[in-house]
């Protein structure tokens, strides 16, 4: 018996455009890099929601290691 499944984080992605061609693009495409989730990596994140709190990410964020370090232990 073979069980196959497959994930896929990403539905679109655009990324290190050429500045040249940024140039001729339309206004649209005018905002650079871009990667689009897909609904089912989107889901996967809503439902399994890690518990951090803002104001420990704000006062962590010029000390990356000690916030990696606290996101592991939460």
């Known amino acids: 018996m073979i069980d196959w499944a497959r994930f896929h984080f ?3 992605m655009r990324l290190w455009f050429n ?7 339309s206004p649209a495409d005018r905002h650079g890099n871009v990667i689009v989730l897909s ?4 889901r996967e994140i809503d439902e399994h929601r890690i518990p951090v709190e803002r104001e420990v990410v704000a006062a962590l964020t ?3 290691g000690a916030l990696d370090l ?4 939460v």
């Not at 606290?70 to 232990?73: C, D, I, V, Y």
């Open 10 to 12: 990403f539905d679109r």
């Open 62 to 64: 010029h000390t990356p």
């Open 70 to 73: 606290n996101l592991w232990l």
């Open 19 to 25: 500045r040249d061609d940024l140039l001729n693009a």
């Open 39 to 42: 609904e089912a990596f989107d």
